[in-house]
């Protein structure tokens, strides 16, 4: 077998894309006969791995470059560069060719935009036991959201559980062995009351001690 495998994005300076008022360049059309590529029009070049560079050859051999040769076309058509690079691999055939063409103008073609909306009901994920995929990204998609929404409220729930076991304890601790400033502002009132209450006292009885001693004079 025989392939073109396109290693970087077509670049033309001449490409119109039919709107921006510069020529498309012309289809040029790559021949393949007694080993070697040719093209219809522009240079020819491959690439020299040992020199990491391009050289003028246009050679291809299927029985020495099984890991395939790179090229590349260049020309100047209507005052306008461009450039573009292939890879040839598998055994070609002499007199097999290949044309390389501008496209066609997509003015209202939305293929590619169809083509990525159906990405989203189509069965690209999880792989089943036949190996083939059962499941969209929009269901796989909805099944994540789900599964964070889950999980979110399972932690908040914790969280509060874990805040009210917190709480109990605390309070159970200070029933203990905590200091309860209510208690002891009561506690030191009545001690003070009490310390009053004894001083009266104290006076009282010197107060008839000295009245005693002035009687017995």
């Keep these: ?7 970087k994005t077509l670049s033309v300076g001449g490409i ?4 921006d008022g510069l020529a498309d360049f012309s289809p040029i059309t790559l021949s393949f006969s007694a080993n070697a590529f040719t093209a219809s029009s522009g240079t020819l070049e ?4 040992s020199t990491s560079s391009w050289v003028a050859s246009s ?4 029985a020495t470059d099984s890991s395939g040769a790179r090229f590349r076309v260049t020309d100047a058509q209507g005052g306008v560069d461009y450039s573009f690079e292939f890879t040839a691999v598998g055994a070609w055939t ?6 390389f063409s501008p496209t066609a103008a997509g003015v209202a073609d939305n293929r590619n935009a169809v083509a990525l909306g159906a990405l989203q009901t189509s069965k690209l994920m999880l792989a089943g036991s036949s190996g083939s995929p059962t499941a969209t990204f929009q269901s796989v998609y909805a099944q994540m959201v789900t599964q964070v929404g889950n999980k ?5 729930v914790n969280e509060k559980a874990q805040e009210t076991l917190l709480t109990q304890a605390t309070d159970a601790r200070d029933s203990l062995s905590g200091v309860n400033l209510d208690e002891e502002a009561a506690n030191l009132m009545r001690y ?9 006292v104290m006076s009282v009885a010197q107060t008839l001690f000295d009245e005693v001693l002035a009687i017995s004079r």
């Design 1 to 7: 077998s025989d392939r073109i495998e396109g290693v």
């Design 16 to 19: 119109d894309a039919n709107s």
């Design 46 to 49: 491959r690439y020299d791995t």
């Design 59 to 62: 050679a291809y051999n299927p």
């Design 94 to 99: 002499s007199g097999e060719s290949l044309v």
């Design 152 to 156: 979110t409220r399972e932690v908040q």
């Design 192 to 200: 003070q009351m009490a310390y009053q209450s004894a001083a009266k």
